[in-house]
Nanobody, 127 residues
Framework: QLRLVESGGGLVQPGGSLKLSCEAS????????IGWFRQAPGRERERVAC????????IYKDSVQGRFTLSKDQANKTALLEIHNLKLQDTGVYYC????????????????????WGKGTAVTVSS
């Protein structure tokens, strides 16, 4: 069964840090690019970070550049999103998703092209 499970969300003060984990099972992890997306209250879901299937290339939304770091642990089938200097606008439900690709170095993660999704983990930034 293809599965992605997110964890690590919670309530944090502005300026704080979190580590969000996306654990994969049921598929060949190294054949998939992994994206993290978030949906803030009342807003559309947006991509915040994406990592290539081989884990060597990443892209980030401009507003999170320098604060978010995405890595891919092929052996443990986990994608880790480290978030620093959290801001109020980072509040939302964070989802990871997987995209099957035959180009291991390419970073894309168009949300309409992702093959399957986790159920999300909520992040609330509040003082």
């Amino acid at each position: 069964q293809l599965r992605l499970v997110e964890s690590g969300g919670g309530l944090v003060q502005p300026g704080g840090s979190l580590k969000l984990s996306c654990e994969a099972s049921g598929f060949i992890f190294q054949d998939y690019a992994i994206g993290w997306f978030r949906q803030a209250p009342g807003r559309e879901r947006e991509r915040v970070a994406c990592i290539s299937a081989n884990g060597k290339n990443t892209i980030y939304k401009d507003s999170v550049q320098g604060r978010f770091t995405l890595s891919k642990d092929q052996a443990n089938k986990t994608a880790l999103l480290e978030i620093h200097n959290l801001k109020l606008q980072d509040t939302g439900v964070y989802y990871c998703a997987a995209e099957r690709t035959r180009q291991p170095s390419v970073v894309s993660c168009d949300q309409y092209g992702m093959n399957f999704w986790g159920k999300g983990t909520a992040v609330t930034v509040s003082s």
